[in-house]
């Protein structure tokens, strides 16, 4: 509901809602000014949902994101830009109408009963971050992280309602509440980072029987949501701008919902065998139904289908995999992981790998790997948080908006920009 005016930020953040409604008093307005006001383009995918979500001309577009003081009543209808003006004095029934029509459709129970979202124990050091499933350990030197999962150390509840009972504490949301918070932790305060290296540890056969109980259980209001938490935080993964790199060792859980941070990643290496005097079970990757379509990318499709997007044939060879325990030499063969390494190469190959990467433009390899890793469709989503992203921040740096005469630096002092006016 925008009484007043939503203009940039303001203007996206409804822009990310179901169903804009504008009150209609002559003066309420949406707009997207950045362009004429500051010389850079609307943060957070405003022009993308505008013509893709919003499914404004694209005429008027042009008109609507180059106009300062935007786009008011019934043209703001008319031009796709919100859903409905409402008069002032009928509002409050507007917008109770509209909030019973939109609750109706909802698939949450009534009157299920909810769970608490305590928050989340961690324990800092000054390297180290340990969490109750996930460990990180920071080589600042090496520039980089490594975050370890813990597979659960239980079975899965015997009901759906046992599920309830255990609230946060039921290890597939435990697990994807923490991962989330490690990958934003190292987002938000570990700059230095180039590469988070991904390990596991655990049984992979009860990590597959959790993604069972969440399949046996999907129509659970909680299943549901635990599922689309795991969905939320690959796509986190997906569109972290560091180096993302799996190693499969010996020990490892990486099966089923667990696989999907093997495929999310640029790099991963995989131990054949075991090593010399190591009794951990040989390293194994496990298919499950779950990769094939639970947890789509930004682009739409699994990141499977987005591996595989020239070879159909290759994504039915390891959809007929599913179930199955598959060594180093196995997963290579199906085009799961990069490389297979035997013991003695292991060592010497992780190293050359992360120390060139660390060796890169920091700022060509955000660029290069926001472009690689979302192959096939781009939908909206794509468009905002991959691509877009990289490139909309090349904008945010010219000096047409930052130099010393660019429009952020002169807003609200009453000079005019001074553009330089060659296209590039």
């Not at 005016?5 to 997207?32: K, N, Q, W």
């Not at 799961?336 to 013991?343: C, M, N, R």
Request: net charge negative; aromatic share 8%.
């Amino acid at each position: 509901m925008i009484n007043g005016t939503a203009a940039g930020g303001g203007y996206e953040l409804a822009l990310a809602a179901d169903h804009i409604m504008l009150i209609d008093d002559g003066a309420s307005a949406v707009s997207l000014p950045e362009l004429p006001l500051l010389a850079v383009l609307p943060g957070t995918g405003g022009l993308t949902r505008v013509t893709d979500k919003r499914k404004v001309r694209r005429d008027r577009a042009d008109v609507f994101c180059t106009t300062e003081e935007g786009v008011k009543g019934k043209r703001a209808v008319d031009w796709r830009l919100v859903d409905e003006v409402v008069p002032a004095s009928r509002l409050e029934e507007a917008v109770a109408n509209r909030a019973r029509e939109f609750a109706a459709r909802s698939q949450r129970p009534r009157n299920g009963k909810g769970i608490v979202l305590a928050p989340l124990k961690r324990e800092r050091s000054a390297d180290a971050v340990e969490y109750s499933t996930i460990s990180v350990e920071f080589q600042r030197g090496a520039r980089r992280a490594t975050v370890t999962l813990r597979g659960p150390d239980a079975p899965p509840p015997a009901s759906a309602e046992a599920m309830v009972e255990l609230g946060a504490q039921f290890w597939p949301l435990t697990l994807a509440r923490e991962l989330d918070d490690a990958i934003l932790d190292i987002r938000a305060n570990e700059f230095d980072v180039a590469a988070i290296v991904f390990k596991s540890s655990g049984d992979p056969a009860q990590v597959l029987a959790y993604d069972g109980f969440l399949h046996a259980n999907k129509d659970h209001w909680l299943a549901r949501e635990v599922t689309g938490f795991w969905k939320r935080a690959l796509k986190r993964i997906d569109l972290t701008s560091r180096s993302l790199v799996t190693l499969v060792e010996p020990g490892s859980c990486f099966a089923g919902t667990l696989a999907e941070v093997v495929f999310a990643s640029d790099r991963s290496y995989m131990l054949i065998g075991q090593r010399d005097g190591d009794n951990k079970s040989p390293a194994m990757l496990t298919l499950a139904q779950v990769n094939f379509g639970a947890y789509p990318m930004a682009n739409g499709i699994s990141r499977l289908a987005s591996r595989f997007l020239a070879e159909p044939a290759a994504l039915e060879r390891a959809r007929g995999a599913i179930g199955e325990m598959l060594d180093a030499e196995a997963a290579e063969k199906l085009g799961l992981v990069t490389f297979a390494v035997d013991d003695i190469d292991w060592e010497d190959e992780i190293r050359v790998f992360l120390e060139e990467r660390a060796s890169f433009s920091a700022d060509a390899l955000t660029g290069l790997e926001a472009n690689l890793r979302f192959g096939g469709p781009e939908t909206m989503e794509s468009k905002i948080f991959a691509r877009l992203s990289a490139w909309q921040n090349w904008i945010f740096q010219r000096p047409n908006a930052v130099g010393e005469e660019g429009a952020l630096k002169r807003y609200g002092t009453g000079q005019k920009p001074a553009f330089d006016t060659r296209r590039v």
